[in-house]
């Protein structure tokens, strides 16, 4: 093949030829799909609206473009005489388009499917996710059952440059949890299901013997046997085919792992470091027990290759923690998983936690985390962005909780996240069933279909002061973590040590007021919302009490801890994950 064959080659592939046909003026709909074109790379060459058939065929022959696109949203009848001259004078071209699209509403595509002739149809409102198919050759037909990607990475990056939309649901029937995914799938906006078990589930579906049957179905859907989970893996084989993913579990967290990868396919795992154990009445495992299982449960999803989820940073400040605390705490994280040898680590920055946070320097926080984890990307480790609306943000009044959602997703938007967790607006008056999450979808739908590709500034000074100084501050309590380290056993690298991870707590170097009379942490902190940020405050002063500050009153109070030894502050394991 010479090189002009094939340029023109290349040429076509990437060009669109649309038009509104007839007496047709509707170009709305049009224009819609050419900007979807427009960023995955194909050129489009719109003839505008009521253009005859005559010019269409001509510009085919001009341009050679590999997909023609005629629109007509008029009355039904009159399309049929326009479709047939159009067809008479396409058979005699030498080159076609390898593929012809039809839009129109449902009574003109009727129409139009009579003459089956076309690759595809749009009666408007379609999922991004049909569009994005078609133009990436993977279209569907009603011969040809087409699905996406069916794991989270293939999936992530077959629907860009839109994110995932991910959103909680479990019934406390199976049945009907069985008949909502079917329905919440059939939707097609949701990409990925969140399976709520039932407590009963995630602390004792390995032991039977201890599960309290008058709490079946308390929290979510009771899984009992095997066969429930694969009940629900082949209800969400339809419509756009939804991933699934489930909570880690509080115990047999391995156990669990394997059973969800074997029935379900878990999309990734969501598996905390201080949290889901007795210190929060989440599960019967006490907290250093718990933080070593959760690091073995860690490095066996590692083996299987299954991204994996730190969901720890948002539980602090559910309890209102101090921001730097939950900042230092989502680096942390990363730091963790980088070190067990994570591929993919899914970080979920929960936004509007604490409520009362404005949403400047709410988003200034989420920046400081993103920024320490980006320090530690590299081939070998990547991050997923997952943003999502806090639940204690939204008000009991539905109308305003939609309200809370919308705004909420646009600020969410500046951090460019990979998946957006939609938390359904019902949440604060009951759990959501699957017309609210289907609501909610498309609330947060428009959202990005409006705000994406806008050229919106969000990021100003105080905005970059505030993530500036939680990152230095994230970065002090990150460097104390290997001094935690000098009395204990063996070599073990200080930031994947369970008795290390578990001084931090026991010491009250991360801590958050709810925890008061908690027997595993202190609970002696006090935080304020100062301008809109979460601190820690010093009661006897009235004032802010800078964290690092705080930290070494700790330090006097158990002065064999030597915090802020010197010769610990650089050593081997803060440099490996590049601290800066």
Same mark, same amino acid.
């Given at each position: 093949?010479?090189?002009?064959?094939?340029?023109?080659?290349?040429?076509?592939?990437?060009?669109?030829?649309?038009?509104?046909?007839?007496?047709?003026?509707?170009?709305?709909?049009?224009?819609?799909?050419?900007?979807?074109?427009?960023?995955?790379?194909?050129?489009?060459?719109?003839?505008?609206?009521?253009?005859?058939?005559?010019?269409?065929?001509?510009?085919?022959?001009?341009?050679?473009?590999?997909?023609?696109?005629?629109?007509?949203?008029?009355?039904?009848?009159?399309?049929?005489?326009?479709?047939?001259?159009?067809? %008479? $004078?396409?058979?005699?071209?030498?080159?076609? =388009?390898?593929?012809?699209?039809? *839009? #129109? +509403?449902?009574?003109?595509? @009727?129409?139009?499917?009579?003459?089956?002739?076309?690759?595809?149809?749009?009666?408007?409102?379609?999922?991004?996710?049909?569009?994005?198919?078609?133009?990436?050759?993977?279209?569907?037909?009603?011969?040809?059952?087409?699905?996406?990607?069916?794991?989270?990475?293939?999936?992530?990056?077959?629907?860009?440059?839109?994110?995932?939309?991910?959103?909680?649901?479990?019934?406390?029937?199976?049945?009907?949890?069985?008949?909502?995914?079917?329905?919440?799938?059939?939707?097609?906006?949701?990409?990925?299901?969140?399976?709520?078990?039932?407590?009963?589930?995630?602390?004792?579906?390995?032991?039977?013997?201890?599960?309290?049957?008058?709490?079946?179905?308390?929290?979510?859907?009771?899984?009992?046997?095997?066969?429930?989970?694969?009940?629900? %893996? $082949?209800?969400?084989?339809?419509?756009?085919? =939804?991933?699934?993913?489930?909570? *880690? #579990? +509080?115990?047999?967290?391995? @156990?669990?792992?394997?059973?969800?990868?074997?029935?379900?396919?878990?999309?990734?795992?969501?598996?905390?470091?201080?949290?889901?154990?007795?210190?929060?009445?989440?599960?019967?495992?006490?907290?250093?027990?718990?933080?070593?299982?959760?690091?073995?449960?860690?490095?066996?999803?590692?083996?299987?290759?299954?991204?994996?989820?730190?969901?720890?940073?948002?539980?602090?400040?559910?309890?209102?923690?101090?921001?730097?605390?939950?900042?230092?705490?989502?680096?942390?994280?990363?730091?963790?998983?980088?070190?067990?040898?994570?591929?993919?680590?899914?970080?979920?920055?929960?936004?509007?936690?604490?409520?009362?946070?404005?949403?400047?320097?709410?988003?200034?926080?989420?920046?400081?985390?993103?920024?320490?984890?980006?320090?530690?990307?590299? $081939?070998?480790?990547?991050?997923?962005?997952?943003?999502?609306?806090?639940?204690?943000?939204?008000?009991?009044?539905?109308? @305003?909780?939609?309200?809370?959602?919308?705004?909420?997703?646009?600020?969410?938007?500046?951090?460019?996240?990979?998946?957006?967790?939609?938390?359904?607006?019902?949440?604060?008056?009951?759990?959501?069933?699957?017309?609210?999450?289907?609501?909610?979808?498309?609330?947060?739908?428009?959202?990005?279909?409006?705000?994406?590709?806008?050229?919106?500034?969000?990021?100003?000074?105080?905005?970059?002061?505030?993530?500036?100084?939680?990152?230095?501050?994230?970065?002090?309590?990150?460097?104390?973590?290997?001094?935690?380290?000098?009395?204990?056993?063996?070599?073990?690298?200080?930031?994947?040590?369970?008795?290390?991870?578990?001084?931090?707590?026991?010491?009250?170097?991360?801590?958050?007021?709810?925890?008061?009379?908690?027997?595993?942490?202190?609970? $002696?902190?006090?935080?304020?919302?100062?301008?809109?940020?979460?601190?820690?405050?010093?009661?006897?002063?009235?004032?802010?009490?800078?964290?690092?500050?705080?930290?070494?009153?700790?330090?006097?109070?158990?002065?064999?801890?030597?915090?802020?030894?010197?010769?610990?502050?650089?050593?081997?394991?803060?440099?490996?994950?590049?601290?800066?």
């Amino acid at each position: 093949m010479g090189k002009v064959q094939k340029e023109l080659k290349i040429h076509k592939k990437k060009l669109i030829l649309t038009a509104c046909i007839g007496q047709c003026v509707h170009v709305a709909g049009t224009y819609n799909f050419i900007q979807i074109a427009k960023q995955l790379g194909y050129k489009n060459h719109f003839l505008g609206p009521a253009t005859p058939i005559s010019d269409v065929i001509n510009k085919i022959k001009e341009l050679n473009p590999n997909i023609v696109g005629l629109s007509y949203r008029l009355t039904p009848k009159t399309v049929v005489p326009l479709l047939e001259e159009f067809f %008479n $004078k396409y058979h005699n071209l030498y080159e076609r =388009p390898n593929k012809l699209f039809f *839009a #129109g +509403t449902p009574e003109v595509v @009727k129409e139009a499917r009579k003459f089956e002739r076309f690759d595809q149809y749009f009666i408007g409102g379609e999922p991004k996710y049909e569009i994005l198919s078609v133009l990436r050759n993977r279209s569907e037909s009603s011969k040809k059952i087409f699905h996406p990607p069916m794991d989270l990475i293939s999936r992530i990056e077959w629907k860009k440059p839109y994110p995932l939309l991910r959103a909680h649901f479990g019934l406390p029937n199976l049945n009907e949890t069985i008949d909502g995914i079917k329905e919440i799938a059939e939707a097609k906006i949701l990409d990925v299901v969140s399976i709520a078990p039932d407590q009963n589930t995630q602390s004792h579906y390995f032991h039977p013997e201890a599960q309290n049957k008058d709490l079946d179905g308390a929290g979510g859907v009771p899984l009992r046997v095997r066969d429930d989970f694969k009940s629900l %893996n $082949k209800a969400r084989m339809r419509g756009n085919f =939804p991933l699934l993913r489930i909570y *880690a #579990g +509080t115990r047999d967290f391995i @156990k669990m792992g394997k059973l969800f990868q074997e029935t379900i396919k878990n999309a990734w795992a969501a598996i905390p470091i201080f949290w889901f154990n007795q210190m929060d009445s989440r599960g019967p495992l006490p907290l250093k027990q718990s933080i070593l299982q959760h690091l073995e449960a860690i490095k066996w999803h590692v083996t299987k290759n299954i991204p994996v989820e730190i969901n720890d940073p948002h539980h602090w400040s559910l309890r209102d923690a101090s921001d730097a605390i939950t900042v230092a705490d989502m680096y942390l994280c990363g730091i963790i998983a980088k070190k067990l040898g994570v591929k993919n680590f899914v970080a979920q920055y929960m936004f509007n936690t604490p409520p009362a946070l404005t949403l400047d320097m709410d988003l200034a926080k989420m920046l400081a985390k993103n920024e320490l984890l980006n320090t530690l990307i590299d $081939k070998n480790f990547s991050v997923i962005k997952q943003v999502r609306t806090g639940i204690a943000s939204f008000p009991l009044d539905l109308d @305003k909780a939609k309200g809370q959602l919308a705004a909420a997703t646009m600020v969410q938007l500046a951090l460019k996240p990979d998946i957006i967790h939609v938390v359904s607006y019902s949440e604060a008056d009951h759990a959501a069933n699957p017309k609210d999450i289907i609501e909610s979808c498309k609330i947060v739908h428009q959202v990005i279909n409006q705000a994406l590709f806008s050229n919106l500034k969000y990021i100003n000074k105080s905005i970059v002061k505030r993530r500036d100084q939680l990152i230095k501050q994230a970065q002090e309590i990150i460097r104390i973590i290997p001094n935690l380290a000098i009395d204990s056993e063996g070599t073990q690298d200080p930031y994947t040590n369970p008795d290390v991870l578990y001084k931090l707590v026991e010491y009250g170097i991360f801590d958050a007021p709810h925890l008061k009379n908690n027997k595993f942490t202190k609970g $002696k902190i006090k935080t304020r919302i100062v301008k809109g940020s979460c601190y820690s405050w010093d009661p006897i002063r009235d004032k802010v009490y800078e964290e690092i500050a705080r930290i070494k009153d700790i330090d006097n109070i158990y002065s064999e801890l030597n915090l802020f030894k010197s010769n610990y502050m650089e050593n081997k394991f803060l440099k490996e994950v590049s601290i800066k």
